[in-house]
């Protein structure tokens, strides 16, 4: 199996997963793999994520644009470029729209987790006895200046384990497509955790 069916079968897999938890309704969320140096496979435009197959990706370079290929790239390309722009050691984005990623962003300015276990699937935390802070972004559809601001915050911030957009959902990475599954999954119980607490 080439690197790319790989890639492919790993983010179709992600996919089944997501939808079957109800985080990536109808087309909503983007998943991308890191192919290299200067490209990346990413989910066409228009896509449901959780029937996904190989003809729903493309290739296209670190600025966003299809290398042969006839399908659309996603409205939100942009934010996997600047996030493989931004970390040499970033081998994979996945983007989710659940209930309560998008609940919580429309809430609150940053998400504020502490004391949970699963804490310690994010980067350089070891123990359960840590604080982090999720930030949260204005939702802009000028896509090029929202990934601005999110770099500008991830250079300020290099800590920052993920970041959600208001009313829109979640962006998470990680080394390669299996560690960036299992940030999602511990983010998305710790914000399920957390809407549960805020709505008693």
């Given amino acids: 199996m080439s690197r790319d069916a790989t890639f ?4 179709i897999d992600a996919g089944r997963l997501f939808h079957r938890r109800g985080w990536v309704p109808a087309t909503g969320g983007n998943f991308s793999a890191r192919r290299g140096a200067d490209s990346m496979l990413i989910t066409a435009s228009g896509c449901h994520k959780g029937e996904l197959t190989d003809a729903d990706f493309l290739v296209a370079d670190l600025e966003g644009r299809p290398i042969d290929n006839t399908r659309k790239a996603s409205y939100e ?5 600047q996030l493989y722009r931004y970390g040499a050691d970033i081998g994979a984005v996945l983007h989710t729209h659940s209930i309560a990623n998008t ?3 429309r809430r609150l300015n940053s998400v504020h987790l502490a004391g949970y276990e699963l804490l310690k699937l ?3 935390i070891t123990t ?3 604080k982090v802070d999720v930030p949260v972004f204005e939702n802009d559809q000028d896509i090029a200046r929202l990934a601005a601001t999110v770099d500008g915050h991830l250079r300020r911030h290099p800590q920052t384990p993920a970041y ?3 009313g829109h959902g979640l962006y ?8 960036a599954r299992w940030r999602v999954e511990a983010l998305e119980f710790m914000f399920e955790c957390e809407l549960h607490s805020k709505s008693s």
Avoid: K, R
């Fill in 122 to 124: 994010l980067p350089g």
């Fill in 172 to 179: 998470a990475w990680g080394e390669n497509v299996a560690q």
């Fill in 77 to 81: 390309t942009l934010l996997h470029c």
């Fill in 128 to 130: 359960h006895d840590a």
């Fill in 8 to 11: 492919a079968q790993q983010l």
């Fill in 103 to 105: 609940v919580l962003s």
């Fill in 164 to 166: 959600l957009i208001a």
